[in-house]
Nanobody, 115 residues
């Protein structure tokens, strides 16, 4: 059973930074890809950033240049460094892992950016 636990969310002022962490219960090397999605109230869940097992990275246009995804295989953890945060970044952020086309989700962590 795969467990993903997110942490690092919170309340921050616009222009501030947060770093989200997603700790997996087992080795993340076995995942084809990992990523971060977010869901704002009344909106659909959207991809924020992803990183594959070979290091290919993809970002949503809205966060390019501000967010950075990275992984530490030794710690079985994926990170999302978020800089220059905007009020429109406010959402619940979810970690997702993909193994052999099977998705696994964390419980989510709230990020709130005040004007």
């Amino acid at each position: 059973q795969v467990q993903l636990v997110e942490s690092g969310g919170g309340l921050v002022q616009a222009g501030g930074s947060l770093r989200l962490s997603c700790a997996a219960s087992g080795s993340i090397v076995s995942f084809n890809a990992m990523g971060w999605h977010r869901q704002a109230p009344g909106k659909q869940r959207e991809l924020v950033a992803s990183i594959t097992s070979v290091g290919t990275i993809n970002y949503a246009d809205s966060v390019k240049g501000r967010f950075t995804i990275s992984r530490d295989n030794a710690k079985n953890t994926v990170y999302l460094q978020m800089n220059s945060l905007k009020p429109e970044d406010t959402a619940v952020y979810y970690c997702k892992a993909l193994r052999q086309f099977n998705p696994y989700w964390g419980q989510g962590t709230q990020v709130t950016v005040s004007p």
